[in-house]
Each structure stands twice: as C-alpha cells, then as structure tokens.
C-alpha cells in the first residue's frame, strides 16, 4: 500500500525556520478581498501598514504555506498528487500574530485515518519563536483510494446546523481576479488560474483556493460579531464542503453561542450550494 501508516507516523518532525512581514500580512488580506471600501477605518486594520493587525488563518500561508505540500513527501506516504483532496483545516492560536516575525514551523504527520475508500492524512504544523509557541495548525488531507487497510477511522465531527434563523447573515463577493492575487501568497497550483488545467480535473474554469474562502469566512466573523478584534480568535476550523469560482458570491450565516460561533458558506449563484461546513470560531 502506497501509505505505510506505522512508519509515517513514526518518521521524525521535519522543521524550517519561517519569516514573514508586513508586506506579507497585507497580501494576504488583500487577497482575502480586503480593503473595500479602500479608505474604511475597519478595512485599513487589514491594508495598512501603521494600523495592521493579523487576521489568524495568516498562519495557513506563513512562509509560503507549502508545509502541506511538504508532509505529503514524507517517509511512508507515496501517493497520487491527483487523488488528493484538502478535507479540512484546523488552526488554534497560542497568542496573537505579529505583523513581523520569525519562527520555527515543526511539520509531522500527526494521525492517518482509515475510511474504507479513501485515507485521511492529519499534517500538523507548529510555529514558535524566541517568546514560545504561536499556531497549531492541522490540515485534513483526503486520498482517494488509499483506505481499507483496517485501521481506526477516526473521529466523526460533523455539526447539526441549529434549527433557528443565524445571528447574523453577511454576502462576500468574489473578484474575478481573486484567485490570482490569492496564490501569491504562495500556493501556485495551476488549477487556480489555468483554464486549459482546470479543464483537465474536471471543472470548466479555475477555482477559489479552499484556504481562500476559509480566510474570507474568518475575516466576516470577525468583522461582524467580533467588533473586528482578531486577538479574540481562539481556535478556527472548517471541512471544506464543495468549491467556489471566482466572480461567485458567498452567503455567510452565524450562529453566535457562549465563546463560539457555528457557521455556514454557501454560493449564492448556484442555489446555495455548501462550500464549508462544520465550521467553528472559538473566541473570547
């Protein structure tokens, strides 16, 4: 079998030193869609440099973000690029992001998951500094194929939406362009911005990065429910549900409980469909 599970999960954590700046930190917002209206005091916190703070989903594309791209090339997995799948993300927050900063990201696979047909890959990453640890981060990672070996299926998380109208319902739309400005935050997979490579995996035009739309879903809880405060965010996760394409519009419904908030994303334009789910914002 293409995973060997026993000596993936024993293969040593791999670590690199990361770095990034303001410069960074602003690319990202902006390739959230940040910055609209452009002179909006709550939209420069996100665009400019003397008032910025850092949205926490930074810390999926802190030095570049390839540290997933990097767990699927460790001891014991050999796998398919084409049969892979990003089913999750996860990050929880040790303290606040600087808009500056050097850290030490540990990657490791940190479980595999046995689903019948298909594996589920846990990448863990771990960023710390000088001053101690900043982010934990998991990426979900689903591969088609490669399940059946009879190990533990892992844990069942899905959400019951809560049978009430949501606290709060906000529309993001999506620029045409967002998908360019978005990978240069360092996820270059042409199936963003190639149409002739998108035609290949099956879609008719490029899509949204997943990471994108999580990103925008945090920015929107953030700026709706958390006074904008983004030292308020705890933890964030999300199962990425269906996908997005650029010019589409998302439709954000929340549900606001005692230190969480459950949340839903649909596209407008195409009924509603589900693009995330099982979705939580644990704040203070």
Same mark, same amino acid.
Not at 86 to 94: E, R
């Given at each position: 079998m ?15 030193e990361?770095?990034?700046d303001?410069?960074?930190v602003q690319?990202?917002?902006?390739? *959230? ?17 003397s008032? *910025?703070?850092v949205?926490p989903?930074f810390?999926?594309v ?8 990097g ?12 049969a892979? *799948? ?9 303290r606040?992001?600087?808009?500056r900063?050097r ?6 696979v940190a ?5 019948g047909?298909?594996?589920?890959l846990? *990448?863990r990453?771990?960023?710390a500094d000088d001053d101690?640890p ?7 990672? #689903?591969?088609r194929?490669?399940?059946?070996w009879?190990?533990d299926r892992?844990p069942s998380e ?10 709060k319902t ?10 360019l400005?978005y990978?240069l ?11 002739e #490579?998108?035609?290949l ?5 490029p899509?949204l990065?997943?990471l994108?739309t ?16 983004v030292t308020r965010?705890r933890?964030?996760?999300?199962? #990425?549900a269906?996908i997005? #394409?650029p010019?589409?519009?998302?439709r954000?419904?929340?549900w606001?409980?005692?230190g ?5 994303v649909t596209?407008v334009e195409?009924d ?7 979705t939580?914002?644990?704040h203070?």
């Open positions: 293409p995973i060997d599970a026993a000596k993936a999960l024993a293969a040593e954590p791999r670590s690199a990361i770095s990034w303001h410069k960074d690319l990202y917002h902006l390739g *959230l869609g940040a910055g609209r209206p452009a002179t909006d005091p709550a939209e420069l916190r996100y665009t400019l440099e008032r *910025l703070h949205l989903s810390a999926t802190a030095g570049a973000g390839m540290r997933v791209v767990g699927l090339s460790a001891p014991g997995i050999d796998i398919d690029l084409a892979v *799948l990003h089913g999750g993300q996860s990050v929880t927050l040790h606040p992001l600087p808009t900063g850290a030490v990201s540990t990657s490791r479980a595999i998951h046995d689903k047909k298909a594996a589920v846990v *990448l990453s771990e960023a101690g900043l982010w934990t981060s998991d990426a979900q990672i #689903f591969v194929g490669e399940g059946g009879g190990g892992g899905r959400l019951e939406v809560p049978d009430r109208e949501p606290d906000v529309e993001r739309p999506i620029r045409e362009e967002q998908a400005l990978r935050s360092g996820d270059w997979n042409p199936l963003h911005a190639d149409p #490579f998108a035609a995996a099956g879609f008719d035009r899509i990065h997943g994108c999580y990103g925008m879903t945090l920015k929107a809880v953030v700026d709706t429910l958390l006074d904008g405060d965010v933890a964030y996760r999300t199962r #990425f269906g997005v #394409f010019g589409e519009t998302l954000i419904r929340m606001a409980g005692e969480r908030t459950q949340v839903t596209a195409r509603d469909a589900s693009v995330l789910a099982d939580v914002v644990a203070s």
